[in-house]
């Protein structure tokens, strides 16, 4: 484990920039059409329980990374292998978002660059990131993650003039069903999706702020949703919404006078950026301490080009990759996501009340 | 006769020369064999990943595996 | 043959050549003055400047002493008045002369009138103190040297520097010689806290090297990295402070400066009582500051003398002109190779006129013409001043009108460069790193777009967050953020109002008592 310390406002802002990550060009709650903003409130709601389970696992295991907390509940050779999927999921996350950054850059602002440089492009950005550690990546996101709501909130402002602000209604039109399902979806992304953190979280300073610090990121990404969501709605409505792939990049072209795509383009690739470097450093670090690695960096480059090789081959068309992101992502999500720190959860419960008696 | 993908070829090449100046730094920073032999295999499968991707002789992802899992147990339709 | 392997190897220790090179050597001085004599004489063979002068005296001759020194290093209307003269007198009435204590004693204490004395015990610190300016006596029968300081004052007088220029303030500027350097600092600072630690760098040239902090505002912790790295300097020469920058700096591999330098006195002692650590090195009058932080590059002397309301819309304008100077001729071709769209309708007809006719692409326009300005610029360091106004008509004139004229370049490209300049000598610590910067921004930007910039930023951006500077982050107090420290960064308060220090530079317990101190001094002042 690195000796690194990151303050109570940097893991703030990381977590924050992870969890609007590639949210922030895909609309949320596309599925339940004008009910998208009940399906927000309730996946927040069950966001904020998953990422509390999972602040509560680090606190009852202080100072341990996921594998050591892994291999300490589920003994070393269980913990071990589910340790590999792990790593799997995270690796198969980054090359996820890099496929989403990929496929929306070329299909909006760089039609005619090849989608493997593009993406090899920010690859090399986030080994520089990842290598840098995480007290870095820390700092950045300081620095990053404020333009994000500063920025979305001004092209927000600037665009909503003279539209129809009961483009929501009726609440409910089209039965209770696809908002459970987007509720879902948006559950296991981006929230759920936080079990990354469970390799950063411990290096927190101060861990007696770690359930409020996850909790505030929560609401304010909850928040910053409900604003895009009702901002893309009152611009488009919400039979135009469904049709379009990339809602706020659509919601962004419509700002007057100038063109806004390039100042996009920067909060997506700091959302974007932030994403993928998490998950990459979660699989880096978790490898480096399965295999017992003396330098986490030396797994860097070859994780993230395996993940850039993964983004590519994982899917052939943008429509397959919505589709699949759509219905089986969320099922695939759930045993990472809830299951597995649901166990780690009672299984560290019951061990320290044993440990303690045994005291 | 395979037409091959220039620019995924550039870009596996980059990857391969900053992977084995990294490789240069493992040996010489004496990890352990199970460190060097995760790196090797993991480098190795992307190469050919890449490649076969590059030739545009895509194999089966491991996104379409897990689909086909959960259609097996009937999660999804 | 093997033993001409043996010295190639190093290994051959015995031969020891007492011949015309002198090496360093711990050896005694010999109680003869003919073995001194002899041995100085073999030391400062083929030297012209090296001058000795025996003197006779006392009873039946019985005194010999020998004064070496540097010819026109000393004062030599000194060194008659306060040394050679007296002994002459003193010793030329026999009667007074005391049998009771050596004649060592009685010169050092009652006949050498000079105020600065110190003893060399071995020749290596006689044959130093003789190459360092002082008059060095050495007395028959004693194994003890005298140096005495007759330094004549040498260098040219304080004047007003001419690479930082400030509207108030003070005028002077440092100077090559360090104690007349050490005598501007102090003057500002009178405090006994003010400390000058002196040592030697370069085996060759000797340099006196001088790190001045102000004990108990500076970070201990940061004063002792910097002792440690000051003297793991191994070199034979140390000319400028630019040599000692290069070995303690933090990261060889970065563009920016990890360590500030400044030419004036009041800057320098502002930044000494914010807890800085300064390095100072004879014959030059850059003095090196560190922890620098990339803040510095933005603040001024000026700053802080004028009202905070207009101090910091200047930093925020300089904060503006940095981001100009690097992004803008890369912006610039962005736009006109890529992203038409963004470009206003008006403003691409105007933009496609004038560039028409032109047979170069964006990108390689913009690499000419600032080619040609940095050209221009190094042109007008190098050149003699009186010369400098031609310079100024041929850029203007030739490279501004005749080159659009011509059709190698756009207006707008002209403009582009021209503002690109402007905003480059904003920052002065940051120069050369912009240039360079802009050069990367350009390159990336003609094969990738906005995408590129905006991925290049974001690598500049952790670079910045990676480095640090004698332990403190460079981007402090931006991140990690340090509230108390924002005060003077982007917005400058009023100096009434700055009560703490910057707690960036401290990191142990000295540091809140230092800064309590200062609030509690405050308060005091305050309450009268």
Redesign the interface.
Known sequence: MEKARI?G??LFLLMTGFLLGSRLIINPGTEAKADGWLAILISGTGGLLLITLYSLIVLLNPSRTLVEILRDRFGNAIGSVVAVFYIWYFIHLASLVFRDFGSF?VTT??PR?PMEV?IA??AL?II??AN?GIE?M???S???VPFIPFLSTIIGASIVTTHDFTAFLPVLENGIKPVIKESLNLLTFPFGEAVVFLTIFPYLNNKRHLKKITTLSTLLVTVLFLYIFFRNIIILESHFLEQATFVPHLTSVLFP???L??LF??IM??GG?IKITCAIYAAVISLSQLTGAKDYRIFTSCIVAFSVILSLWIHENIFELFSWTGNVWAYYSIPFQVVIPFILLLFSLFKKDKLQDEE | MIIMNYNMLSVLLAFIIMELYNLRRLISNKESIKVLITYVVITASSLVIGLLLAAGRRPASPAEWIQWIFKMIGVVK | MFRRIKKYLGLDNQEKDNGAIYTDTDEPLPRNIDKVKERLNTIFSECSDYIQRDIVCGEDNGICILVAYIDGFVDKKVLNQDVIRPILDYFSCTDKLHRAKSVYQLIKRCIISSNEIEEAQSMRQAVYRIVSGDAVLFINGSRIALAVGVKAPQGRQVEEPDTEVSLRGSREGFVENLSTNMVLIRKRIKNPNLKFEMLQLGTQTNTDICICYIKGIANDEIIEEVRRRILKIRSDAILDTGYIEQYITDNQFTLFPLVGNSEKCDKLVSKLLEGRIAILCDGTPYVLTVPSLLVEAIQTADDYYDHAFFASFMRLLRLLALFISTLLPALYVALVSF?H??I?FKLIITLAASRQGIPFSPFIEAVLMIMAFELLREAGVRMPRTVGQALSIVGAIVLGEASVAAGIASNLMVIIVAITAICSFITPPLIRVTMLVRFIFLIIANF?????I??TA??V???L??LRSFGI?Y?TP????TMADLKDSLILVPIWAMITRPKALFQGDTQNRAGIKRQEAAKISEDK
């Open positions: 303050s406002l940097q850059l602002t760089y660059t593009i492009l920010f950005s520089y990131a840098s870095v820390g700092r950045i300081e620095i990053l006078g100038i063109n795509e390039p383009d920067v690739i700091i950026g | 992203h769209t963004v206003p990738f777009g906005f995408l590129g905006s991925l974001v690598v951006l952790i670079h967050c990676r982050p981007m931006f991140s990690p953020l």
